[in-house]
């Protein structure tokens, strides 16, 4: 028989029971990330394999959800002001698309700066607190960042001189970029990722620069049939979380993101230089030719970017003491 004092503890019990439900939902952070790249991207791979050790590490408590290909709706030259904002928690943010907002973010794509990824990682030794400033300053903070492998043109037109690339019209993703292959004659265009392959198959444009990665992102081999390892430029992606969002998080469950983000960069790191061995072997096999790159067309385009060096300083103040430190420890200075 239900009596008034049986019914009252069943009551108080299915209300305690409730509240700890509702604590643990509460207790439970949901983040999509926004990456403009397709699933198969090495970058939203590494992505993917972070969100998979967060949420076992957090035994559940932090479920990020990475949404590939834009679904999002998010350009990448957009992505560090919806983090910014508050429009996503978590997003792949391209350093190089971002000057509009942040020029010193520019810096990798200072052409020839680094020659290697051996030497990009001593220029992040100087270059990445001026990240985390750049982060801390726009409520983010970065908690990985991994390179883009080494880059190429990839173009319709075979050559062996500098001669055979004027007016080309290519696509770039910077304005860095735009600058420098105009300053060895091409016609550059900047244009998201997202457009590209429209770009390439109207003929807007007749050749790309970016990464055998994205080369195979995009099949290009079915617009494009020469590939140049000029290595021009770098470029990193950085993953970024909104500050509002990371300070909901309990401190342990910070620690532990944080930890996980730091022992899987190098990882990240040697995926990269791995993405890039692939992706050329399968550029090859769908019928595209790697041209080598003379020793004379290469000493052509490095004294007609030179200049670019002191442009981009004289612009971003912020830089100079940074490169001019990673230069002195190359001996370049």
Not at 181 to 193: D, E, Q, S, T, Y
């Amino acid at each position: 028989m239900i009596t008034r004092r049986t019914f009252t503890a069943g009551a108080a019990a299915l209300l305690t029971a409730s509240q700890v439900s509702t604590r643990a939902r509460a207790a439970t952070t949901n983040w999509d990330m926004s990456t403009v790249w397709p699933e198969g991207n090495f970058h939203t791979q590494n992505a993917m394999a972070f969100a998979e050790e967060v949420k076992k590490q957090t035994n559940g408590a932090v479920n990020i959800t990475v949404k590939a290909g834009g679904q999002l709706g998010f350009k990448g030259p957009e992505h560090l002001r919806a983090v910014r904002d508050g429009l996503v928690p978590l997003a792949d943010v391209l350093n190089i698309q971002q000057v509009g907002d942040e020029p010193f973010m520019g810096v990798e794509s200072i052409p020839f700066l680094a020659g290697s990824m051996d030497e990009l990682k001593v220029l992040h030794k100087y270059v990445r607190p001026e990240y985390e400033k750049i982060a801390a300053r726009n409520n983010q903070k970065i908690l990985y960042i991994v390179p883009w492998p080494t880059q190429y043109l990839h173009l319709k037109v075979k050559t062996s001189d500098v001669a055979g690339l004027k007016n080309i019209k290519i696509r770039v993703p910077d304005k860095n970029a735009v600058d420098m292959l105009n300053a060895i004659g091409m016609a550059a265009v900047m244009i998201p990722w997202g457009e590209t392959i429209p770009a390439l198959a109207s003929g807007a444009v007749a050749g790309v620069s970016t990464s055998s990665v994205s080369g195979v992102d995009g099949k290009f081999w079915e617009f494009l049939k020469y590939i140049y390892p000029t290595n021009h430029v770098w470029s990193s992606q950085m993953l970024n979380v909104n500050l509002d969002s990371w300070k909901a998080l309990t401190p342990e469950q910070q620690t532990i993101i944080t930890d996980i983000a730091g022992k899987m960069e190098p990882t990240f790191w040697a995926n990269s230089v791995k993405a890039d061995v692939d992706s050329l072997n399968r550029l090859k096999e769908g019928g595209m030719e790697v041209v080598p790159v003379s020793d004379a067309m290469m000493t052509e385009i490095r004294a007609k970017t030179a200049p670019q060096m002191e442009a981009f300083l004289k612009r971003v103040p912020a830089a100079e003491a940074p490169v001019k430190a990673y230069l002195a420890e190359m001996k370049r200075g």
